[in-house]
Structures are given as structure tokens and as C-alpha cells.
């Protein structure tokens, strides 16, 4: 079981929170009668495990009925409600049949909607028929790495011209030898500057850590590279398996040495002086031609700039330069190059890795169905499509007006708070609440999703064809490459979107000052358009106010309004904020979670303090934004209102409706989880395990123990909590 704090290091709150007041009587005494109150009350009293007290275990007294009712199956490490299975029916149902217009478009509009539907169906019908991928057994690999023939010219490569040339033909068909030219970043090292500017990475080895060092983990490697290249060579007479495999597998122990020493800080770097430094690549030539491949027409010069994020691998790699042949050097670039679009041939072809990788989990993972393994390439592939689809269909001019409304009263609610935080300066008040006021949303969709010209102007250049999935991946890692460089050098548009509507998710951009909410987190479990307020606001209402605490969060601070990094906060703001962050850093540290030997697994503190501050603050911010509306409805509506936004559900009337905020919180993160999954989350993710995102939050409050009749000393209701925004 995960381990739970009762004891939290004291810290004087000097401002605790005190929500407005709650009067009981505008709320409704009679329970809900309607088919949607009867089934939202189903859904939450599924989920709940009354037996558990929740001044003892609040996640398992709102989750333990969804734990029991989804349980994990073989090879199963997660179940959560986050994916709404009636979209994915819907796209199944909308591309496996004969395109329709979706809408009364004119003639060249329905034109650019056939194109873009066209795209999506010859993806999810080519990654389906299963059939036609396992008849062409290794062919389409040995058809691409005869096309580069990286071995044939290998004696090329010990020019610096030869060199370059392979790098540029790898790496813009997105085959990361030796590096990667990556995603395009926004150019923060001047604070005046709004462009985007080009960025190279170190790619590493697949080996990582102890596995250097570990002679067992090494012949398992060797064995999964051997009988990967006998499979994808099948036939070939004239290839010395032995002899690619142990170049291949010192390469790798070279790299891992490497790519797990400690990293400096990125840092600009201009051509001319990557042309210096790193001599046996010519840079301008490389960066000169990956642009150009992929038609941008902007100029590289010797002082263009550009992002090396990883300084340490770059000045390391020239070691990998003179330690090997050439002739293993393009033994490993052919490896890279099969490992890079094995992946989209026939299954049998990637057993040798799934042996290899099954060695680190204690159960040989499924396989995805292969339904569920091509909904998500088509999602990841063509999101702005779907997306069209899933606003068309699924976001509702309701659910659109319940989301303005939910962020705006979450954005007053923080506007209301900062001036009662005795320890922030009067002139840091006042820019805490300018930054929130100056805070832009986006949510739902950008507007170019719905304009079919537009909409099929963003995928021109991704050529797909109706009966071969290989064909169609290795066209889509060319376009999705090119669609990124195209932003070098361009200004950053701050109405550019991160997410695909569809997405279960919602971020906070600092540079730009912006919350972001696509359509999706609009839908279960963080929100059901028939739920009464008092949940949504739980679940949504916690999410909008997680994403605004991040604003002003232990990164969020270090950028004002404008989303410039400054300084806007006194010596003695800074000081008194770490003194209040490090108490929610000692109370995380303490949380654990176990696996399957009983070993505890401590969070980081320090780590998830960003995440664990943002969801302290958004359950605070949630809750004083649903009294805020409730307001709202008085005074517009009367209290009947009120009532009509605030039902009481059937069967659930013995709780209030302050009890079932926190309750519809909760339920918002309800999962299931294997240890090997919860031990991972503790230890490499920022976010916190699902059950201390809701456990350690509601410690802290002294609202909810009241709500609850939690006595202190409880593990709810510990004597000492942790409080900042």
C-alpha cells in the first residue's frame, strides 16, 4: 500500500485560507429525480468504497469502487477513465466509411475536406490491414536501407563532405544518427528576441545506467541486436552478422558512457563556432541542406545561431569519431536506421527487441490491439483532423459556456486571494493580480481546424497512400520534420497550439503568460455536461486552477505578465516563498509507494514541487470559483437558480454539497495501477502518484477536514499543513 504522512514539519500560515462564506439554504434538500441525475449518481457511487473512512483515506474512500470495478489485466500497468471510448467510435465509424461533408461547404471547401479525410483513412486502413504488413515480411526494410546504401559508401565517409552528406540524408527522413536536429525551440537566451530558433540533441544510447557496467545485460543486448539483424537480413548472403553486431554493441557501450555523464547547461552556439569546435561536420553545408530539402528558403550564415542542448555529448562525440572504423560507424548508422522504421514493418521482425526489453519488467507485456495501436498513430499523426471531428461532434456550445465560466471564475478567485497573503509585498500584489489579469485563454480549439483550406494547407505536404502503412510512416517522419523546421527564424505565435483538441490535457505556457484547455479535458471524467456544478467544479474547476497556480508556481514566478523571465518579486517574497515551498517539499518527500518486494520508492519533493504547489492551490482556487458562481446564479437567477446548477443526486444526499466537491476532485483521478507503474511515476515523473495528488492536498486543508468532521491528528487532518497560494 502507499505509504501516507500524518505528520508534516510546522510552518506559521500567516494568511490560512478562509473561503467565502457557504450558506446552506440556497441549496436544493430534495433529491434529483432526472435520467442524467440518476446516472451521474451511478457513475460516483460506482466509484466510491463507503467502507473506508475518508478522514483516513480520502483517494480510496472516492476511488476504491473504480479500483474494484477495473481490475488489471496481464501486461496491464494503468486503467484510468481518461479516454472517452464514444469519440474513438465515432472516428472509426466516420473512417471506415465513404467521406461525407461534414458540413454545406461549396465546392473547393468540400475539395480540401475529401483531401484531409482521404489522408486519415489511407493511415488508419493501411495500419489495420494487418494482412498486407505481414505478407511483406522484411521487404520495405532491405527495399529503404538499399535506397540509402549506407554501406556501399561508406569510404565517403571519412571526408568531412562524405560525413555530412550521410547525416543530411539520415536525418531528414528522421533517422537520428548521432544526433538529432530535433523540434525547432523558442529562443529564450534574449528576452527580446520572439523567434524560433533551430536546436540539435545528442542521441545516445538505448543503454542506460548500471547497464554499462552489467556483462549479463550486455549478451542479452547482444543477442536482441544479432537476431534482429538475421531477421531483417533474411536471404542475404553477404553480410557478417558478427562482425556489424559487435560494432554495433561497442558503439552502444561508447554512447551510454556518454549520454549518462553529467550535461552542462544548453547554450547557443553560432555555426562558425560549432564549425570549430566540432570540426568533422560541416555545419553550414548541413544545416544549409536540411533546410532546403524541406523548402525553407531562410538563409544560414556562419553567425547563425543556433540551441545546443547538449553540450557535453557534442564535446564527447568527437571522441566516438576517432574511436571506431568507419566502417562500424556506418554499421551503427544502418542500425539506426532499421531501429528508427522497424517499428512499421511485420511483427516477427520486432520479437528480438521484445524479448530483450521484457528482461525489466516483471511480466511480459500485450501487445496493444492492433485497433487501439492505430487510433493512436492516426491521433498522434493527423490530431488536427480528428480534432475537426471531435469538435463537430463532442464540444458543445454548453460545454463551451461552462468552460469560460469555470476558467474566469478561477481567474477571480486568485484575483480575490493575492491581497489577503500577508506575506507577499504590496507592489508584488499588485503585479501577482496584473499577471492574472493579463493571463489569456485558449480553449477548445484553434480556429484554423475548422477552415478546410486552411486545415489541408497544414498537411499539403504529407503524401499518403491507400495500400501500404510503411510507405505512409516513413512519408509522415519526412513531413513532421519539415513541418517543424518550417518555424526557424519565424516570430512565435502565441496563438499557436500544443495540443490537438482531442487531448486529455491542459497546460500553462509561461513564456507567453497563457492557460490552455483543448476541447478534450472537457469531457469524463473531469467534466460530464450533466453533472451539477458542485463536481464539475471539483474536477474541471481543480484542473483550470492547477493550471493558473503554475503561473506562480517555483518556475511560474520567474516570468511576469508579459512572460519575460524577470525578477518581479522583493528579497524578502522570494525568501518567505522557498520557506513556505519547502514545507510542501518535506511533506512529498515522506510519501512512498512500494512494489512487489515491499521496497519503498520516496517521491521527490523538490522535484514535483511545481505540480504539487499547482494542485494545492487549484482545489482552493476551484472551490472559491463555485461559490463565486453560485453568486453569479443568485443574482441573475434567483435561487431557484442556484438549485437548478446544483442539484442533489439520488442516493447521495447524506453527503453536502461542499462534501461532494472534494469528492468530484477525487473521482477526477481515479485509476488503477500496477507497483512497477506507481514506483515509476514516484520516481521519474513531476506529477506526484495519483493518490497524493488527491491525499496530499486535502491534508493540507483545513476546509475540507471541517467539511468532513475529521478530527485532528487524523491522517486527513494532520496538525501541522502546508499552505502557499
Known sequence: MNGLVNAIPAIPVVDPFDPPEYDESLFPTEECLTEACYNSAKRIITNMDISVDPCNDFYQFSCGGFIKENPLKKGQSVIYDFIDVESWNLYRSIITNEYKPSKNYTIEEQKYDEEVFNKLRNVYNTCIDVDSIEKKRNKPLLNIIEEFNILKNSKNYFTVDGLTDLLVKLHTRGVPFLFDIGNVFLDTFDINTDKYILAIVGNGSSLAGEMITDKYI??????YVKSTLKLVFEGSNDRDLDKMTDAIVKIEIKLAEYINSDEKEMKEMTISELNKKFPYINWKVYFERMLKKHNVQDEITLQSKILNISPRYFDDLDDIMWSFSIEQLAYYAEFTLIRKFIGYAASYLKKPEKDFLSFFTDEYSQDIPRQSFCEGQVDEMLGWILGKYFVENKFTDITKKDAVDTIEYVKQAMVNRIPQMAWLDEKTKEAAIRKVFLMTNKIGFPDFIMDPKKLAEDYEEYETVPDDYFTNMINYEYYSLGHN???????YDKEHWYMTP??????????????????GIFQPPC????DPDYINYGANGGTAGHELTHGFDDEGRNYDAEGKEVNWWTDSDSAKFNELAQCFIDQYDKYYVTDKRGRKYYLDGEKTLGENLADSG???RAYEAWLLSVEEHKKKEGIEGVRAHNQILPGLSQYSVEQMFYIGYAQSWCMNTSKEYNVRIATSDVHSPAVFRVNGVVQNMEHFSKVFNCPVGSPMNPKDKCLLW
Open 218 to 223: 550486455e549478451r542479452l543486448y547482444r543477442n
Open 618 to 620: 487549484g482545489v482552493y
Open 502 to 519: 482531442q487531448t486529455f490535457n491542459a497546460y500553462y505556457s509561461a513564456n507567453d503568460n497563457s492557460m490552455n484547455f483543448p476541447a
Open 485 to 491: 523546421l518550417k518555424l526557424y527564424n519565424k516570430n
Open 527 to 530: 467534466y460530464y455536461e450533466g
